[in-house]
């Protein structure tokens, strides 16, 4: 069965910092392609950021600068490191595993709250 559980969401004055953490369990994780994406009540599901499996990554412009995705393929983990966080930063992340090829797949998690306030 695979999982992947998002964690390290919570409320962050504009300017600060939080790092996001996805597990992921039942999945070849480092032959896939991870990302993060965020939505807001309302509108569509936006990319924040994806990571290969070796390593190469791309980010939505609102986030180009601030914001660094990462993985360990041996802990199967991937990360996002949110800095310098804006209001408009606000809502819930997704995590999601991705292959194109066989066996094609996309699973999400559950989603972590992220609110940037003063």
């Known amino acids: 069965q695979v999982q992947l559980v998002e964690s390290g969401g919570g409320l962050v004055q504009p300017g600060g910092a939080l790092r996001l953490s996805c597990a992921a369990s039942g999945i070849s994780f480092g032959a896939n392609t991870m990302g993060w994406y965020r939505q807001v009540q309302g509108k569509q599901r936006e990319l924040v950021a994806t990571?290969?499996?070796?390593?190469?990554?791309n980010y939505g412009d609102s986030v180009k600068g601030r914001f660094t995705m990462s993985r360990d393929n041996v802990e199967k983990m991937t990360y996002l490191q949110m800095n310098s966080l804006k209001p408009d930063d606000t809502a819930v992340y997704y995590c999601?595993?991705?292959?194109?090829?066989?066996?094609?797949?996309?699973?999400w998690g559950q989603g972590t709250q992220v609110t940037v306030s003063s």
């Open positions: 999601n595993a991705a292959r194109d090829v066989f066996p094609i797949y996309s699973y």
């Open positions: 990571i290969t499996g070796g390593g190469r990554t």
